[in-house]
C-alpha cells in the first residue's frame, strides 16, 4: 500500500512529468552476439531512441536525457566514433519534422567545440525548429561529461564566491529548467555512472537492466516507471506517518 508520503511524493511529480535519464548502453555486445560490426549495434540503437522518445511521454515523462556519446567514448577507434556521430546526425535530419510535430523539443548538452560541424549544424538547427514544443523535452547527450560540466559551471564562478552561490550557480547552469533527474535507466548490465548527470541525479532512483539498448522496448521503460513509481522517495525526510510528532505506549512518549 502507498504511504501517505509517498502519495504527495507523486502527487508533486505527476504534475510537472517526470525526468528519466538513460545511459543506453550494449550496442557492441549487442551486434558482437549477433556477429556484425559494432557499427550495425549503434544503427540498431537509434531504433531503440525513435520508439522511446515516441512512447515516453505516453508514460508520464516530459523530460529525457539520453547518453548518446561521451567525453571518454573519444578513445574508440575513430570508425566507430565517426560511425555514431554519423548515426546521430541521421537521425537529427530524419526525425526532425516528426519530432517538431510531435510537441517534442530537441536541446544537446556538452561541449560543441570538438564535434563535426556538420552534425554541430544539424542540432542547431534542430533545437531551433522545436525551441517553442513543450510535451517533451528531449535532451542528447553528446561529448558529453558531467565533472566536466560541472567544473566549466564553477570556472565562471567569481574566486570569491560562497558555497551557497556555487550550490545555486550549478543547480540554475545544470538542472536549469530541466529539473533533477527523477528516474536513471541504464541497459547493458553494467552498475555504473560512466559520468553521466552526477550533479542533477543526487536523488534519483536507479534501475539496472541487463537488457542491451537495441533490444529496450517501450515496455521495458513502462516496466522501469512502474517500478519507480512503487518506491518510497524520501529526500532525507521520513515518511508522512512517522512525523507524527511522538507515540504513547504505556506510560513512555517514543519518538517516532
Ligand atoms: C553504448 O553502447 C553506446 C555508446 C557508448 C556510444 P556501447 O558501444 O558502449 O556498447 P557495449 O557496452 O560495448 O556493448
Ligand atoms: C557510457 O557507456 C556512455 C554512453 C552510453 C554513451 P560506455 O560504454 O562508454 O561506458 P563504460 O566505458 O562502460 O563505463
Ligand atoms: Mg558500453
Known sequence: MQSAFMRNNFAVQSESGLHVAIIMDGNGRW???????????????????????????????????????????????????QSIFWLIRAYLRIECERLRSAGVRLEAIGRRDRIPKGLLSEIERVESITAANRKLELRVAVDYSSRDAIARACAGLPESASPKHVRAALDASLSAGHGDVDLLIRTGGEKRLSDFLLWESAYAEFHFTPCMWPDFQPADLDAAINAFRARERRFGSVPAIASVPALQIGGTRWLR
Open 31 to 81: 551486434a558482437t552476439q549477433r556477429g556484425l560490426p559494432r557499427a550495425a549495434g549503434h544503427r540498431a540503437g537509434v531504433a531503440a531512441v525513435r520508439r522511446t522518445v515516441e512512447h515516453a511521454p505516453d508514460f508520464g515523462v516530459r523530460r529525457l536525457t539520453v547518453y548518446a556519446f561521451s567525453a571518454d567514448n573519444w578513445r574508440r577507434p575513430s570508425a566507430e566514433v
